[in-house]
């Protein structure tokens, strides 16, 4: 893809196109009232539009595997920083409410 | 004998002909690309991290106060915060032509790509300064001089500054690193015009490209989380 020109303007026009719907899909789904699923909606909606950007914009699908490795190393963590604090939060359900102003 | 042997290997790339932004460590541009990217990638994961801390918290308080949140979050513009979302996608699609006029060896498409990246940058902080007028008039601010009008916020105004509190944070380091960024860009023009960068090395525009849709990934998740969560009870 990178050694081609011609194909790289295509895939950047395309990754273009598809985070502008993407970001209109969003707001429009937003509107309807989904119950819980509503966050979950925009969430995958938001992954996906990342993914884009990482895989084309950011070139790591056509990085190297080392490249490529720290970028999904940096997002484990990301993970595991969120698990395991709402695992720890979650599970304490009498602090919570005793949280200040709940 | 030794010391003649190490300088003739030290004298012998230097003798020969070599592209002026090769550093003497690298082998090939190509590797020093790669170390480039390699580190750039492992500042990128660093800042994972130190947004990420930002959105756990957010995530917390979110399933804590979660009623609060998006009533609270009524009090964001989604059209301005679409359009920003719009103009950060163009700035990154600029971003990426220009790190393609650059392959190409089209100077002056290199320069007009970031003076556009520029642009569209600039735009986004002016949307967000009005953003930000508008929510100081309406004593939005979390402290002492939050006195929001609505009745719903005001019923729960501990928990909703909160909210704001996280909003202001996230947005204005977000914002933060777009000055930063916005500085780079100014920085790489003025570079490209003065013919640093082809096709042979062009290292500087690509890592500050990935710093920059780095910045573009980071609000893809701060507009749904902030503007979105209670746009369908409005």
């Given at each position: 893809m990178s050694h081609n020109p011609e194909s790289t303007l295509k895939w950047y026009i395309a990754v273009f196109l598809f985070l502008m719907v993407m970001t209109g899909l969003t707001v429009a789904v937003a509107k309807v009232d989904l119950g819980a699923m509503n966050d979950v909606v925009m969430l995958v909606i938001a992954v996906a539009k990342a993914l884009a950007v990482i895989l084309i914009f950011m070139h790591v699908k056509d990085s190297t595997r080392v490249t490529a490795l720290t970028v999904v190393g940096g997002f484990v963590w990301l993970g595991i920083l969120i698990f395991f604090t709402l695992n720890d939060y979650l599970s304490r359900g009498d602090l919570l409410l005793n949280v200040p102003g709940k | 004998?030794?010391?003649?042997?190490?300088?003739?290997?030290?004298?012998?790339?230097?003798?020969?002909?070599?592209?002026?932004?090769?550093?003497?460590?690298?082998?090939?541009?190509?590797?020093?690309?790669?170390?480039?990217?390699?580190?750039?990638?492992?500042?990128?994961?660093?800042?994972?991290?130190?947004?990420?801390?930002?959105?756990?918290?957010?995530?917390?308080?979110?399933?804590?106060?979660?009623?609060?949140?998006?009533?609270?979050?009524?009090?964001?513009?989604?059209?301005?915060?679409?359009?920003?979302?719009?103009?950060?996608?163009?700035?990154?699609?600029?971003?990426?032509?220009?790190?393609?006029?650059?392959?190409?060896?089209?100077?002056?498409?290199?320069?007009?790509?970031?003076?556009?990246?520029?642009?569209?940058?600039?735009?986004?902080?002016?949307?967000?300064?009005?953003?930000?007028?508008?929510?100081?008039?309406?004593?939005?601010?979390?402290?002492?001089?939050?006195?929001?009008?609505?009745?719903?916020?005001?019923?729960?105004?501990?928990?909703?500054?909160?909210?704001?509190?996280?909003y202001f944070i996230m947005t204005g380091i977000h914002a933060l690193h777009m000055i930063i960024g916005i500085g780079l860009l100014l920085w790489l023009a003025i570079a490209a015009w003065r013919g640093k960068f082809d096709s042979t090395y062009y290292t500087p525009l690509e890592c500050t490209g990935l710093y920059w849709h780095f910045v573009d990934i980071v609000w893809i998740f701060l507009f749904p989380l902030l503007y979105l969560i209670g746009a369908h009870a409005r």
């Open positions: - | 004998m030794a010391s003649t042997a190490f300088d003739t290997h030290l004298a012998a790339p230097h003798g020969e002909h070599h592209h002026p932004s090769l550093q003497h460590q690298f082998d090939s541009l190509e590797q020093q690309k790669e170390s480039s990217t390699l580190g750039m990638w492992m500042f990128l994961v660093t800042e994972i991290m130190f947004f990420g801390a930002l959105f756990t918290a957010y995530v917390i308080y979110r399933n804590l106060f979660h009623g609060v949140f998006a009533t609270a979050s009524h009090h964001l513009d989604v059209t301005m915060g679409a359009i920003n979302t719009a103009v950060l996608i163009g700035s990154s699609l600029t971003m990426a032509l220009s790190i393609r006029a650059a392959q190409l060896n089209r100077r002056k498409a290199i320069v007009l790509f970031l003076l556009l990246t520029i642009a569209l940058g600039g735009t986004f902080l002016v949307i967000k300064g009005f953003e930000y007028a508008h929510k100081f008039r309406d004593h939005l601010v979390p402290g002492p001089h939050f006195a929001p009008e609505d009745p719903a916020i005001q019923a729960v105004a501990d928990k909703a500054q909160v909210f704001f509190s996280l």
